[in-house]
């Protein structure tokens, strides 16, 4: 991955580096809105069915919060499709006890935390998603610090031609994600950083070094998803699960 890591900003225990491609394109030839996610006609826990209606494929993001339909889900993985298609998209619950309601999903650009993200299996994303606070579903557990977050990451904005961004918490390099443009980058960034900012509350005000987030960046491990499409990497991402649980 030819990537390149920036200085970074240091607000409390969050640590943002800015990452550049080196692959980058200018136009991306596909839309990050426009798709209908919905239940199954034989709904299921695990599984969304996301169908493109529009001309140009559609980009659905590995921890993307999809609310409404049976109980609210996150995606957990990238899916782009083309367009007129439908494609069974992996999902897992943030919302325990109900499953009741509407078919649809709405998606408003919001991102899970990286802990509920790298949770193993059902029964730790629900726990996980408790330990936030009181309430059933994500969205409701994380309200009281819905706005801390958002004070956290406040004025800060992607860089010309960034596409990616490093994170650290507490001191440690937690996640790399990139995209293949800074079109991309810059349409989901406040989704991204709200998401690091809850996960950096009540953490340890330590920077995370440079050096540790270029290692992380050169070698991150086996947990390394890429969504590929036309021969080149749309979404990377790479977890540090231990930093990040």
């Not at 004025?155 to 991309?184: H, K």
């Not at 070094?209 to 990497?233: C, E, N």
């Amino acid at each position: 991955m030819d990537v390149h890591v920036g200085n970074p900003v240091v607000r409390g225990a969050l640590t943002v580096f800015p990452v550049f491609n080196g692959a980058a394109v200018a136009d991306t030839g596909y839309a990050l809105g426009g798709v209908l996610v919905a239940e199954r006609a034989d709904a299921v826990v695990g599984e969304l069915v996301v169908h493109n209606p529009g001309e140009r494929p559609a980009l659905v993001l590995e921890g993307e919060l999809l609310a409404g339909g049976r109980q609210d889900r996150v995606a957990a993985r990238s899916v782009l499709v083309e367009p007129g298609a439908s494609v069974a998209l992996a999902v897992r619950c943030v919302e325990r006890a109900r499953w009741s309601g509407a078919a649809v999903h709405s998606r408003g650009g919001r991102r899970a935390p990286l802990a509920v993200r790298t949770a193993r299996g059902q029964r730790e994303v629900w726990e996980r998603v408790a330990g936030y606070g009181e309430g059933e579903s994500l969205f409701e557990t994380v309200r009281h610090l819905d706005t801390a977050a958002s004070a956290l990451v406040r004025g800060l904005a992607p860089l010309p031609f960034q596409c990616g961004v490093l994170v650290g918490i507490a001191g440690r390099p937690v996640l790399l994600e990139v995209f293949d443009a800074p079109s991309t980058l810059a349409a989901v960034w406040d989704g991204l950083l709200h998401a690091a900012a809850l996960d950096a509350l009540g953490r340890r005000p330590v920077p995370t070094l440079g050096r540790h987030a270029r290692r992380f960046a050169a070698d991150p491990g086996s947990r390394v998803a890429v969504l590929h499409w036309h021969g080149r990497a749309v979404h990377t991402v790479a977890v540090n699960e231990r930093a990040a649980a």
